[in-house]
T-cell receptor, first 115, second 109 residues
Framework: GAGVSQSPRYKVAKRGQDVALRCDPI?????LFWYQQALGQGPEFLTY????????KSGLPSDRFFAERPEGSVSTLKIQRTQQEDSAVYLC?????????????FGPGTRLTVT | RKEVEQDPGPFNVPEGATVAFNCTYS??????FFWYRQDCRKEPKLLMS???SGNEDGRFTAQLNRASQYISLLIRDSKLSDSATYLC??????????FGRGTSLIVHP
């Protein structure tokens, strides 16, 4: 079946531009996570949705970052007024449920480069 | 101190070797533990969950030591295709997994 998809796969933005990154989770997966992965580092948690509810956004680095999942399926991560330090791979992952040992399935990521 | 720590490596081993990685975690209330594999410029994929009793999947063995707060991954008879970054993942009582920075493994002929 279809896995998690993300678009665009690559995005180059000029400093100060707004960007929107899309995530299509596996159908029926309740939980959706966004991560930021810098080169040579592990994924860092940004935010978590259970269905359409954003239960945790403690990892969002600043108020320039905003995420939504209005119908409990597709999610969008928006970054306003991008800065060079926002350059990273943004990974989306979905899971049937969040608790316990349920596996997270990752999308291929969006590689954002801010120039 | 980071919540989850891993030696970034790289571990450079010949084919057929046995290699082991450790990962330490700081939150004693952590409940779930995993190893993920990430190939270069690809997404992480679950390699195996780590159970209290330890578990084995073919050439891979994972163990948990709660007293010393670390998990380990042992790879026997390394293959070229095992070359990747191995990410340690720890979950506490909340739903938020914490990833280590990963350990790089290079298996050479």
């Amino acid at each position: 079946g279809a896995g998690v998809s993300q678009s665009p796969r690559y995005k180059v933005a000029k400093r100060g531009q707004d960007v929107a990154l899309r995530c299509d989770p596996i159908s029926g997966h309740v939980s959706l996570f966004w991560y930021q992965q810098a080169l040579g580092q592990g994924p860092e948690f940004l935010t978590y949705f259970q269905n359409e509810a954003q239960l945790d956004k403690s990892g969002l680095p600043s108020d320039r970052f905003f995420a939504e999942r209005p119908e409990g399926s597709v999610s969008t991560l928006k970054i306003q007024r991008t800065q060079q330090e926002d350059s990273a791979v943004y990974l989306c992952a979905s899971s049937l449920v969040a608790s316990g040992t349920y596996e997270q399935y990752f999308g291929p990521g969006t590689r954002l480069t801010v120039t | 101190r980071k919540e989850v720590e891993q030696d970034p490596g790289p571990f450079n081993v010949p084919e057929g070797a046995t290699v082991a990685f450790n990962c330490t975690y700081s939150n004693s209330a952590s409940q779930s533990f995993f190893w993920y594999r990430q190939d270069c410029r690809k997404e992480p994929k679950l390699l195996m969950s780590v159970y209290s009793s330890g578990n084995e999947d073919g050439r891979f063995t994972a163990q948990l030591n709660r007293a010393s707060q670390y998990i380990s991954l042992l790879i026997r008879d390394s293959k070229l295709s095992d070359s990747a970054t191995y990410l340690c993942v720890v979950k506490g009582g909340s739903y938020i997994p914490t990833f280590g920075r990963g350990t790089s493994l290079i298996v050479h002929p």
